[in-house]
């Protein structure tokens, strides 16, 4: 017979100890650690009343009014989601006071117990459990304890226990402790006499350490980071963070090098009220043994963004550092070996459905150069559009004013004032489009020449204005066919675009933020040549381009094709100095066409993929630059690529020499089982026949720990060095050796992952475009 009591009592506290949707789930379903019976949910129709009422069913029970009440066989407690389960139970009413024996288990939202017994006060809301297991819900914590008391402040505190976030059964890693104490408002718990296991072995004693229960942030050590290289020695990092506060954290590691010494670096991260955010990064070795005279070496770097109400925007980005080689040298946190460019912008935004407006500053510090670009101290931009404002015409107007700096007194300074008003008619539809465009560019310069020492003439005061008409269109024909037997929807799309810009003289303007611009597919339907507005070239010319598609039975795209050539009616009469060679001027060759510029995309066959691009000069017959990639891609993680890229004329920053570039390279990323995974890359340079990059990662992870060992062997960017022009004694190549170790669950989460091993180098991974598996 069962028999049901609705007592209004308050049987246990509520224990919170984590926000279960701040939890990170286990990397696969095997991995989680599951409490031995389901967690009741209350359901949605319960009203706030019955969730305080307590509800106890069993097979029998004799109780005095007053006094104690007995239930006994399948006892069953709970009070909206918090639920008792035991063989029998002992309520004292006087006292209140629950006693509860025999297959004990205790659950609310949050944990899981089952214990051999069970004594709860009501009136101190405080309870305690004997030969307890307990599990953390939508975590991977679990463990026992000989006793575990809830007390009266909603906390958790635990005698001779023990807990790992491996699946029962599992002895990878284990932490007992004396004593654990979980602060259910903090989500952290401390741990006395503690002493960790792996494999069964004691390897580390702690008298204290504190431990994450949750997501939530809390000041300690993280996991250390040990390497060594032939350039830095042996390395060993010790990143210690410090949650200062929600909105302020701070994170410093010492980073001792045997080959250079002490590397202090530091980040600071805040929040600045609901839309901003931002970071402060100070790095400093003190007395480097590898450079001359044992320099001091430095980083610092600041960056912030974000919204000032609902139409204002901040962006604030600086960064310096001591020397050219910072980066080739030493591990920042800032950049990579490879990034050569400090940015320092300051900009500040205000955004309108039809119009916008800006005022930024700009200086950019071009490592190992010995020329340094203009800065740009300010530039105020305006943008105003007007679709369809008249007729289906669209209206656009772009201004600009910006005033060029320079640090060195020999080149010349400017202000520069620009004005571009278009009109268009767009004609869109589904078999196709044509635009067609009409500008004005009006540009004003004032110069001040007063030191400027270059040998091409510059006018103090220079306007120039030029008209531009530009026609596109492109036409979309489809059709159903059938290739290799399968079914496809193909397509075919040629587009044309005549431009024509008007000419002026130019030669009389400095160069204070113009480059030439790569002329791949989509390059050759630009308007411009050169970016930034102190060339603007002359042009008449057609642009004819192709593309075709092929689209599978689910609308994937399966294969890409475009190809296309610009055919110039007149030869331009626009040049520009290039920075890198002052002696030398471009200018459009005499020629009727442009280089052939081609790209494909395309799923060979079931988990093959090919992508290429090329450039080439069909009058010389030269290639300009190609490239092109092959995948097998036959599941997540599994890749095998080569790869191969030409690029000729480069020019070498420390030299000013020419070279070409013709590499090839290998990549991989493999699972040798459930576990382990490999990732190895591999790249050769045909001209100097030598690798210029090696790299390999062995990795293994379960569900509560993970391992990476890695070997790495590239190419360093040497630059001239700042600190002594004449220390030329540097590494032409760097290897080393990497380990990174996790414990999940004692604040270490999985960096490794086969994601960010593919890009561990100096040529990042790439999918071929527009292609999905």
Known sequence: MHIRYLLALALLPQLVLADESETTPAPGAQCLVLPPVPIPEPSADERPLDLQQIKIVSDSSAAKMGDKASFQGDVTFSQGGRHIAADSAVLDQANERLD????????????????DSLSAEMRSNSAQLKGAQYWLHGQQIHGEAENLEITQDNNLHLSNTNFTTCPPGDSSW?????????????????????KLKIGDVPVFYLPYMTI???????????????????????????????????????????????????????EFRYLAGEAQQGQLNVEYLSNDDLVPNRADRYLYHWEHQGAIADN?????????????????????????????????????????????????VQDIKVLGEEESPYQVMPQIGFNYRAPGFWQGLDFNLMGEASNFRHKEDQYATASRLHFEPSVSLPIHGPAGSLTSELKLLQTNYWQDTKNYTGTQPLDSSVSRTLPQVRIHG????????????????QTLEPQFQYLYVGYEDQSNIGIYDTALLQEDYYGLFRDRRFSGLDRIADANQMTLGLTTRLFDDHNLERFKFSL?????????????????????IFKQENTSNSVLAAELN?????????????????????N????????????????????????????????????????????????INDNWYIVGNWYYDLNEKRSVETYTGFQYESCCWAVRLSYHYRIKTNYVDNLDPTFNDRELFESGFYLNFVIKGLGGSGPLGVSDMLNDGLFNYRKPLYLKN
């Open 602 to 622: 395309t799923q060979l066959y079931s988990d093959w993929f090919l992508s290429g691009a090329i450039q080439y000069d069909t009058k010389n017959r030269n």
């Open 174 to 194: 284990l932490l007992e402790a004396e004593t654990i104490k979980i602060d259910s408002s903090e989500e952290w718990g401390e741990l006395w006499d503690a």
């Open 564 to 584: 296309g050539q610009i055919y110039y009616f007149e030869d331009s009469k626009v040049g520009i100095t290039d920075p890198s060679r002052p002696n030398e």
């Open 312 to 360: 204002w925007r901040v962006l604030a980005n600086f960064t310096d550092v001591s020397d050219n080689n910072y980066f080739n040298d030493l591990p920042s946190d800032v950049l990579r070996a490879t990034d050569n460019q400090l940015s320092r912008i300051g900009e500040i935004a205000y955004f309108e459905d039809n119009w916008d407006m800006s005022a930024r």
């Open 212 to 266: 994450p229960v949750s997501e939530k942030r809390k000041s300690g050590f993280l996991f250390p980071y040990f390497s060594t290289s032939t350039t830095n020695g042996v390395e060993v990092a010790t990143p210690y963070y410090w949650n200062i506060a929600p909105e302020y954290d701070l994170t410093f590691t010492p980073h001792y090098m045997s080959a250079r010494g002490l590397f202090l670096k530091s």
């Open 100 to 115: 509860a024996n025999g297959n004990l288990v205790f659950q609310d939202n949050m944990f899981t117990v089952t214990a």
């Open 474 to 489: 492109q036409i979309n024909f489809e059709r159903f066919t059938d290739y290799f037997d399968a079914n496809y929807r």
């Open 624 to 671: 300009k630059k190609s490239e092109v990639t092959l995948d097998f891609r036959p599941g997540v993680n599994k890749l095998l690529q080569l790869s191969y890229r030409y690029v000729p004329d480069l020019v070498n920053s420390n030299t000013n020499e020419s070279v070409n570039v013709s590499q090839t390279g290998l990549r991989t990323a493999w699972p």
